[in-house]
């Protein structure tokens, strides 16, 4: 009986040690990872930057008969979208470039 108090005692031990073990490593590789989802606000506003630009370029292919006569540059307006988008393509402007694309087609 002796024995199979102590032998319970170390198997109760070992896997609290395994548990404690688990969850700190487990926090640690979470904290220390970049992940991509973490955007940082200076990501976000040069995205934002970006896409305001690309969105300027549009309006000017629109407005300036000059500018918009070469097609060069109507596929230049599709580029730019299409960086923005490819870049993260799940942030929340995803969906805006891909309209936009499709409007400059």
């Given at each position: ?11 109760l ?38 896409y ?11 407005r ?9 540059n ?18 929340t ?13």
């Amino acid at each position: 009986m002796v024995y199979n108090l102590q032998h319970w005692k170390k198997r109760l031990i070992f896997l609290l040690l395994a548990c404690f073990f688990v969850i700190l490593c487990g926090s640690g590789f979470t904290v220390g990872q970049n992940n991509k989802n973490n955007k940082s606000s200076e990501d976000i506003s040069s995205a934002k930057l970006a896409y305001r630009k690309a969105k300027d370029f549009y309006y000017r292919l629109e407005r300036d008969e000059k500018f918009s006569s070469n097609r060069n540059n109507w596929l230049t307006g599709v580029r730019k979208f299409r960086r923005l988008y490819i870049l993260d393509s799940k942030s929340t402007l995803a969906p805006s470039c891909l309209y936009n694309m499709a409007r400059i087609h």
